[in-house]
Structures are given as C-alpha cells and as structure tokens.
T-cell receptor, first 109, second 110 residues
Framework: AQSVTQPDIHITVSEGASLELRCNYS??????LFWYVQSPGQGLQLLLK??????LVQGIKGFEAEFKRSQSSFNLRKPSVHWSDAAEYFC???????FGAGTRLTVKP | NAGVTQTPKFRVLKTGQSMTLLCAQD?????MYWYRQDPGMGLRLIHY???????AKGEVPDGYNVSRLKKQNFLLGLESAAPSQTSVYFC?????????FGQGTRLTVV
C-alpha cells in the first residue's frame, strides 16, 4: 500500500541544537513531497516542497529537507532550533495528499 | 484573498443528528480534500475530489458522504453522527501542487 511514514512520534531537542525529522514514503512513481507545520490550535502551514531537480530544498523559517530516492526518504532538518519551532510536523505525498502521522517537537530551554 | 474557508468553526451534535460541513476555496483549484485529525493519529483522509462532479474515498470514508457540485465548494456530510466522529475536520485544496488548508472545524458528538 502507498504510504507516508514518520517513525518518530515525539522528539525533544534543546534550543540551539540541530534537528532532523524523518519521513519515508512507499510510492513507486517520482513523488511530490511536502513538509507542513501545525502550531497548537492552528491550521497547517507549508514549510517546503520537493517536485524535481535539486534534491536539497530550502523552506521557510530556516528549514531544509533532502530527497533521497535510494532511501525513499525526505527528512527535514534545521541547524539551530528556536523555542518557537515547538509544533507538530507532518510529511505528505501529493499522489493523494496522504499525510504521515506527524512528529511532535518539544524544545527545551 | 480568503483562500480556503470552512464553516462552521465549532459544532456540537447529539448522537444520530445530521450535519453538513462546507468548504469553499477561491483559488480555482481542481483538487479538494477532507481530513479528520485526532490525537496521535495525524491527518487521515476521509474523501477527496479531483474535479467538479467527482469524489473518491480516502482512508476513513465510513459514516461520511461528500459532494462537489461546484468547483469551489466541497461538502462533507454526516447523516447520523456518532461519538466516534468527534474530531477536528480540515478541508484543503490543491492544483495539485501543495495543499492549502482551512482553519478547521471542531466537531463534538455527545
């Protein structure tokens, strides 16, 4: 079955530390992939997207993600996390706009 | 520029009642989606539409019906609400590139 998997339900990092959130997909065709962020009680905001070309994509708020076809992955990264980054993060695939289960990020002071 | 608008924003239903959630988009997008979000479950796709007059089932379609009579509107219906349908419902539209989301409808079934 086609799916998007986020293996980490909850991650805690210290402010200023680096971050990597994992996303794996199981679609056969060339994917369109997305990362969204949701702050508590809010809707979803697009962080970045991958359609084709350069496998390292830059997004808003200092986030980036790298598409690795050989690993079927599209991991989200940020070099230095800020307290305001605490939120829930979702990976999605555009074939039928299915989402992963999400990763909740907690930032320690 | 309204984007994606959901109505209502909050609703409390009694078990067995029916209701319709309205999603309207002003971006001329072909694709529209309905999701439900429950704690620890992420976003689960209920139904979607790839164009006016078309609908398709997603991951969790049981207990819901949808209609896309006009390109800009996508309606989600609950014919006989159950407590298990207590959730936050999100509508989204796309071209299909990235999806744009509404602010959500918090539905409680008692």
């Amino acid at each position: 079955a086609q799916s998007v998997t986020q293996p980490d339900i909850h991650i805690t990092v210290s402010e200023g530390a680096s971050l990597e959130l994992r996303c794996n997909y199981s679609y056969g065709a060339t994917p369109y992939l997305f990362w969204y962020v949701q702050s508590p009680g809010q809707g979803l905001q697009l962080l970045l997207k991958y359609f084709s070309g350069d496998t390292l994509v830059q997004g808003i708020k200092g986030f980036e993600a790298e598409f690795k076809r050989s690993q079927s992955s599209f991991n989200l990264r940020k070099p230095s996390v800020h307290w305001s980054d605490a939120a829930e993060y979702f990976c999605a695939h555009s074939n039928d706009m299915r989402f992963g289960a999400g990763t909740r990020l907690t930032v320690k002071p | 520029n309204a984007g994606v608008t959901q109505t209502p924003k909050f609703r409390v239903l009694k078990t067995g009642q029916s209701m319709t959630l309205l999603c309207a988009q002003d971006m001329n997008h072909e694709y529209m989606y309905w999701y439900r979000q429950d704690p620890g479950m992420g976003l689960r796709l209920i139904h979607y539409s790839v164009g006016e007059g078309t609908t398709a089932k997603g991951e969790v379609p049981d207990g819901y019906n949808v209609s896309r009579l006009k390109k800009q509107n996508f309606l989600l219906g609950l014919e006989s609400a159950a407590p298990s349908q207590t959730s936050v419902y999100f509508c989204a539209s796309s071209y299909p590139s990235e999806a744009f989301f509404g602010q959500g409808t918090r539905l409680t079934v008692v």
